[in-house]
């Protein structure tokens, strides 16, 4: 069975994509409702076996000089197959996404994939801040 690439927002399985993060180190115990919002506030890829959504990444852009990467994953069945590059490379090429200053990323162990579409380390690691709440969807009371 061949593989689909999807950007159409609307055929994302937000189920299938939440039953993923809500189990992943990133983002485990993230609400439903949170992980909805995020994709229709995103620019989607949805990979596509059969009906059964495999793959996805999400890049959150203001569509004209910035560009945030996340929520990349494939399921494990259908790893080895090309699929998160295919994804990269629609990710680069797609229209929305052109002409932009910046993208970064964080990963913790797909660097080589990321290297190929030009993405390198920071070069000015001291000049980025961030505030991290790992562990935030644990807590309930943080949605408050």
């Given amino acids: 069975m061949e593989y689909r690439l999807s950007t159409k927002r609307e055929e994302v399985d937000v189920k299938a994509v939440?039953?993923?993060l809500s189990n992943c180190y990133w983002a485990e115990a993230i609400p439903f409702e949170i992980v909805k919002r995020a994709i229709d506030n995103s620019v989607c890829f949805s990979v596509f076996h059969g009906a059964d959504q495999v793959a996805f990444t999400r890049v959150i852009s203001d569509r004209a000089t910035f560009a945030y990467v996340c929520?990349?994953?494939v399921l494990e069945p259908h790893r080895g197959k090309g699929l998160s590059k295919r994804m990269v490379e629609a990710m680069m090429a797609h229209p929305e996404l052109q002409g932009l200053k910046r993208w970064v990323l964080v990963t913790k162990d797909a660097?080589?994939?990321y290297?190929?579409?030009g993405f390198k380390a920071l070069a000015?690691?001291?000049m980025y801040m961030e505030v991290n709440r790992m562990g935030l969807y644990k807590n309930p009371?943080?949605?408050r």
């Fill in 71 to 73: 929520d990349v994953y």
């Fill in 141 to 143: 009371a943080a949605f």
């Fill in 111 to 113: 660097h080589t994939l």
């Fill in 18 to 20: 939440h039953a993923f």
């Fill in 115 to 117: 290297s190929r579409a």
């Fill in 124 to 126: 000015a690691p001291e």
